[in-house]
């Protein structure tokens, strides 16, 4: 069966330190792999994707991401984080079964600290 | 304006009401999707429609109906509200290809009392 999993429901880190929030997923499809952003009382906003092109993809704000097939993972990082990264972050995975099957991660909450 | 729109934004009702939520969207997108988040759950799909006329059930498809005449408008209706369903509800379309990323509305904040 295929899932998301995101490792930490809740992150803490200091501004200026980085950031590292963790996924894994279970597939036996080759999936494409997302990562987005909510910010409190918003919507959801993409910060990056993979689709079978470079394993290390950059997205916005200073984010990126590995896609590490022999591991199943897809980390987010970011080198120093602003107090404006602070968010909850959603872990998205999606598969093409005939028709398309997405599934999300729980979600992790960042907190920035001062 | 371009994207993708939801209405209303808030709504406040009663059990055992129906209520119905608008999502309309501007790219012609042929995916749509209807969400509900809670806390401790995520997001989690409730419908989606590849196209006009073609529905699909999600992973909470109960006490919801969804159609889709139109490419652009994908209503969500409660037909008879319950408590269980207060929740913030997300509308989302994406293009064909599975490389295709979501886009995500505001979202409806339902609370049924």
């Known amino acids: 069966a295929q899932s998301v999993t995101q490792l930490d429901s809740h992150v803490s880190v200091s501004e200026g330190t980085p950031v590292l929030l963790r996924c894994n997923y279970s597939?036996?499809?080759?999936?494409?792999l997302f990562w987005y952003v909510q910010h409190p009382n918003k919507g959801l906003q993409l910060l990056l994707k993979?689709?079978?092109?470079?394993?290390l993809v950059k997205g916005i704000n200073g984010f990126e991401a590995e896609f590490k097939k022999s591991e199943t993972s897809f980390h987010l990082t970011k080198p120093s984080a602003h107090m404006s990264d602070a968010a909850e972050y959603f872990c998205?995975?999606?598969?093409?079964?005939?028709?398309?099957?997405?599934?999300f991660g729980a979600g992790t909450r960042l907190f920035v600290k001062a | 304006d371009a994207g993708i729109t939801q209405s209303p934004r808030y709504k406040i009702t009663e059990t055992g009401r129906q209520v119905t939520l608008m999502c309309h969207q501007t790219?012609?997108?042929?995916?749509m999707f209807w969400y509900r988040q809670d806390l401790g759950h995520g997001l989690r799909l409730i419908y989606y429609?590849?196209?006009?006329?073609?529905?699909d059930k999600g992973e909470v498809p109960d006490g919801y109906v969804v159609s889709r005449s139109k490419t652009e408008n994908f209503p969500l209706t409660l037909e008879s509200a319950t408590r269980s369903q207060t929740s913030v509800y997300f509308c989302?379309?994406?293009?064909?290809?599975?490389?295709?990323?979501?886009?995500f509305g505001p979202g409806t904040r339902l609370t049924v009392l």
């Open positions: 993979y689709t079978s092109a470079a394993t």
């Open positions: 790219w012609s997108h042929s995916y």
């Open positions: 989302a379309s994406s293009g064909t290809s599975g490389n295709n990323e979501q886009f």
């Open positions: 429609s590849a196209a006009a006329d073609i529905t």
């Open positions: 998205v995975v999606r598969y093409n079964t005939g028709g398309f099957k997405t599934i």
């Open positions: 597939s036996s499809y080759s999936p494409s």
